[in-house]
Nanobody, 121 residues
Framework: QLQLVESGGGLVQPGGSLRLSCTAS????????IGWFRQSPGKEREGVSA????????EYADSVKGRFTISRNNAKNTVYLQMNSLKPEDTAVYYC??????????????WGQGTQVIVSS
């Protein structure tokens, strides 16, 4: 059973940067598409970015395009989300997930515990 653990969240000022990590254990990591999602109080969970197996196809929500970069290091069983030029509206709990398609949360079957990102002065 694949398990995911997120790390790297915290408090950052507007315009700052954070790098989130999603580290997998349990086997089969290279076979999975991996997505990053976020959820703020009172809002639905939304897709942020996703990366496919094999061919390194990436996908981004319009709201983060040009600011966030997703990557994966299969040797480390880790997917990263580099977040630059952060805005207050990026504040959310960020989750990584495995086994789904693109930026559609309901298609993912394996989820991490989440890591909090707060963008504030």
């Amino acid at each position: 059973q694949l398990q995911l653990v997120e790390s790297g969240g915290g408090l950052v000022q507007p315009g700052g940067s954070l790098r989130l990590s999603c580290t997998a254990s349990g086997g089969g990591f290279t076979l999975y598409n991996i997505g990053w999602f976020r959820q703020s109080p009172g809002k639905e969970r939304e897709g942020v970015s996703a990366i496919s197996r094999y061919t390194i196809i990436t996908e981004y929500a319009d709201s983060v395009k040009g600011r966030f970069t997703i990557s994966r290091n299969n040797a480390k069983n880790t997917v990263y989300l580099q977040m630059n030029s952060l805005k207050p509206e990026d504040t959310a709990v960020y989750y990584c997930a495995a086994g789904g398609t693109g930026l559609v949360p309901r298609t993912y079957s394996i989820w991490g515990q989440g890591t909090q990102v707060i963008v504030s002065s």
